[in-house]
């Protein structure tokens, strides 16, 4: 049994003719008022073989507006369909690849920067591997006392050899490991005290291909007769 018409809001009764809309499936009394059909119309849509549907003004209006929503949602596909190509294009891009070594290449370095190389230290001949350490910390510690460095326990968190061992018995240099920048920088700074020791940093790939190229540019400047040259560091770059 039919519900009330939409229209007028009343009880469609038993004996009322009635219609439903072809859209949202809503009903109406089959009256001019209610439907807002002419009688020729409303002969035509309760026909059983009718080509004539029937909806009601919501659906009417919805209608007239379909034709632009479905523009409007064509137009935002390509929109999107865009933005997956150009991401794609990023992803795939030099650019992209840059932003990802640059950032590998600062997360290396800082963490290198409370580390220091020192190079020409001899090894020691000893068998046991422990006191193998506390003859290259000895040693460490002898070198912050020459540069001047008042060595506190925790400055110091680690001293290992870096590498292994060649044919040639050329000692392997030491990474000394300290638990701050400003223990680096310090000694750094004071190295030109240290005689029979070479200081570094402890430089990545990157640095070190760099100083490389610097150091041949340099070679070949001054074998070009360019007086007065050296190298210096500007924010960690030869």
Do not use: W
Request: some cysteine; overall charge positive; proline content about 4%.
């Amino acid at each position: 049994m039919p519900a009330d018409c939409k229209q007028c809001n009343l009880e469609i009764k038993s004996q009322d003719k009635h219609i439903y809309c072809d859209c949202c499936r809503t009903t109406f009394h089959l009256t001019e008022e209610c439907s807002g059909m002419s009688a020729s119309e409303m002969r035509a849509v309760v026909l059983q073989k009718r080509t004539l549907m029937f909806l009601c003004l919501e659906c009417r209006d919805a209608f007239k507006s379909a034709p632009m929503v479905v523009r409007k949602m064509s137009e935002l596909q390509d929109e999107v369909n865009s933005l997956k190509r150009e991401l794609q294009e990023l992803k795939s891009s030099p650019v992209s690849s840059n932003i990802e070594l640059i950032l590998s290449e600062a997360h290396e370095r800082s963490i290198r920067a409370n580390n220091l190389m020192v190079y020409d230290v001899p090894e020691s001949s000893a068998i046991d591997f422990q006191d193998k350490i506390r003859h290259d910390t000895q040693i460490v510690h002898q070198i912050f006392e020459k540069v001047g460095h008042q060595t506190k326990v925790p400055d110091i968190v680690k001293v290992l050899r870096v590498g292994q061992k060649g044919r040639n018995n050329k000692p392997r240099p030491i990474k000394i490991i300290c638990n701050n920048s400003e223990t680096v920088k310090h000694i750094f700074r004071s190295k030109r005290r240290l005689e029979s020791f070479k200081i570094s940093y402890d430089s990545t790939k990157l640095q070190q291909n760099a100083f490389k190229s610097a150091k041949e540019e340099l070679q070949r400047r001054i074998s070009n007769g360019e007086p007065d040259l050296q190298i210096k560091y500007i924010n960690g770059i030869p």
